[in-house]
């Protein structure tokens, strides 16, 4: 009788600890998020109108307009690269890929931005993904990624 009543002093007191310990939940609802590169949205531009972007910031915004700091993004460079068979003697072409992460910046450096302007061309693809951005409460979170394909 004695384990019941201590049994029921216990949950009693659980109860009344776990009622006073709830809090309001917060809606913390993320901003839909943009990218652009350029004043270029996602899709297909032009290898010409692409390397007078390559020296841009890459923008992250709210459907309001606010813009948000990146404080890192990846890019990946396909592109079709040629190579002569010491076999065969056939000149082949593979698919290839560069893949750099930046961080506490916008924009590509200046290695990067001359490559991708020299060896620029159609059938190549650009994408910015992982792209991390600082909120106005200090958190962070993923932007979509940003995709092109160059005509």
Known sequence: MKTFFILIAITGFCSFAAGQN???VQSSKSP????????YAQGNISAVE????VDSAITVKDEKGNKYPITRFRINYIFLST???SESQMVKSVQDLRVFDFYDTPSLTDVWRASIRDNAKKGD???INNI?????N???TIA???KAGLQ
């Not at 692409?50 to 972007?53: L, N, P, V």
């Not at 991390?132 to 106005?136: A, D, E, H, N, T």
């Open 50 to 53: 692409f390397k007078k972007i």
């Open 32 to 39: 839909k998020l943009n990218v652009s590169w350029g004043g």
């Open 83 to 85: 190579y002569k068979d």
């Open 22 to 24: 709830t809090k309001p």
């Open 144 to 146: 979509p990624e940003f």
């Open 132 to 136: 991390i951005v600082k909120l106005k």
């Open 125 to 127: 693809t650009i994408i």
């Open 138 to 140: 200090g958190k962070k």
